[in-house]
């Protein structure tokens, strides 16, 4: 019986270090993808002013350990940037529709 | 033999001459179309923009499209006569000419830089400078004219150069707009114009022309929007909201930042292109800047 618990604690304990682990990982490569596509935006003059600040707010969060928040926060940013590349290509192809006349 | 093969060199030749006669008239004659087209899109342009306006707000006099949201709001616009009674900008006229008739260290002036020694030009800009291939702005040229001089330029939004755009203005007040795409370069450039002006940008997802035509004279929050017509004949101009006079182009980054695009650099060339297309649209209007505004 101690034995059967030891195993579930450990295989807890694994479950929620590995968990950690990944959750990391994660959030850094998503902040990588909303990096690299703010930079694409703001290339084409069509960067949102709210984007960068949710980064940098996923890197705080990150940093001071709270990563639910800090994963939010990317998804948000990522979400913003890739938006606001959507935007600039429909832009480019479809801006006489904007045309009121 | 000899003469036959002779004849038909020649009928070859008279050929080729012939067929190279007709590219030339051709490659001419797309030239002269192409040059045709683009003045007659810009004139149709024109035509499309300001009816759209004239459609709109009916009983609003043409020329009265250079005083803003206050040719189209009458409570705005009697706020707006009490303040004219003291002008809030009159300070910035009175430094810009200081500034204006102050030599520059090697004895030269702004003067010396511009056609009719800087009196009553206003309205000759933006224009296109088919040499240097870009759009040339009032503010841009008083920086070029610093910087010829070897003066440092000056910042773009407020301030000195905010101060002596003003005074400027103020010397062509009545004259009218009458900006030019004077060739296919300059074609490009009022293009990139157009086309930033009707591109939705920013969180908000707004262009300019989706509060500046399809909502003009709407409320917005608190505030009316204006009608894109006339936008740069008023400018620089005095903001209650700023407490100062700035530039057209502070304005453009105020606009951008109300619908959370990041704003673009003042004098940069999109901001230049967008100013270009704005005041060909504008033609026929008067110079009537510096002015208030909310």
């Given at each position: 019986m101690n034995k059967l618990r030891v195993f579930f604690i450990a295989l807890n304990m694994a479950f929620l270090l590995s968990n950690s682990l990944y959750a990391t990982a994660d959030i850094n490569s998503i902040l990588d993808d909303a990096r690299i596509s703010v930079e694409k935006a703001a290339a084409k003059g069509?960067?949102?002013?709210t984007t960068r600040k949710l980064i940098k707010d996923a890197e705080k969060a990150l940093a001071a350990g709270d990563k639910d928040k800090s994963l939010q926060l990317a998804k948000a940013a990522l979400n913003e940037a890739e938006k606001s590349l959507v935007q600039a290509s429909y832009a480019e192809t479809h801006w006489r529709a904007g045309i009121p006349l | 033999m000899g003469l036959v093969k002779l004849t038909l060199k020649i009928r070859s030749g008279v050929r080729l001459a012939g067929l190279l006669m007709l590219s030339c008239i051709a490659i001419a004659d797309s030239g002269n179309k192409s040059a045709l087209d683009f003045r007659a899109m810009v004139e149709q342009d024109i035509n499309d923009f300001q009816a759209f306006f004239k459609k709109r707000f009916?009983?609003?006099?043409?020329?009265?499209?250079?005083n803003g949201v206050y040719a189209i709001d009458a409570a705005s616009r009697e706020q707006w006569l009490e303040m004219e009674d003291?002008?809030?900008y009159e300070f910035a006229i009175d430094d810009g000419e200081n500034l204006f008739e102050k030599p520059f260290a090697n004895g030269?002036?702004?003067?010396?830089?511009?056609?009719?020694?800087?009196?009553?030009?206003?309205?000759?800009?933006?224009?296109?400078?088919s040499k240097k291939g870009e759009v040339i702005t009032l503010e841009l040229a008083i920086n070029n004219c610093r910087e010829a001089n070897g003066e440092k330029p000056l910042a773009y939004k407020r301030g000195a150069l905010a101060n002596l755009s003003a005074y400027m203005a103020s010397t062509s007040t009545g004259n009218v707009l009458a900006i030019q795409v004077p060739d296919e370069a300059a074609y490009q450039a009022y293009s990139d114009g157009k086309k930033f002006f009707y591109s939705k940008r920013g969180q908000l997802n707004f262009s300019c022309a989706d509060c500046?035509?399809?909502?003009?004279?709407?409320?917005?929050r608190a505030d009316i929007t204006s009608p894109a017509?006339?936008?740069?004949?008023?400018?620089?101009v005095y903001r209650a909201k700023w407490e100062e006079v700035g530039t057209l182009h502070r304005r453009y980054a105020g606009c951008n930042t109300n619908i959370r695009a990041k704003p673009l650099p003042a004098q940069g060339r999109v901001y230049r292109n967008l100013e270009y297309f704005q005041s060909v649209m504008s033609r026929g209007l008067e110079i009537n800047g510096p002015s208030s505004r909310k």
């Open positions: 069509f960067e949102w002013t | 009916p009983q609003v006099e043409f020329s009265e499209y250079k003291f002008p809030p030269k002036s702004y003067a010396d830089c511009f056609d009719n020694n800087g009196e009553g030009i206003r309205q000759n800009y933006p224009y296109f400078d500046h035509m399809r909502v003009a004279g709407q409320k917005l017509l006339g936008h740069p004949t008023g400018f620089p």
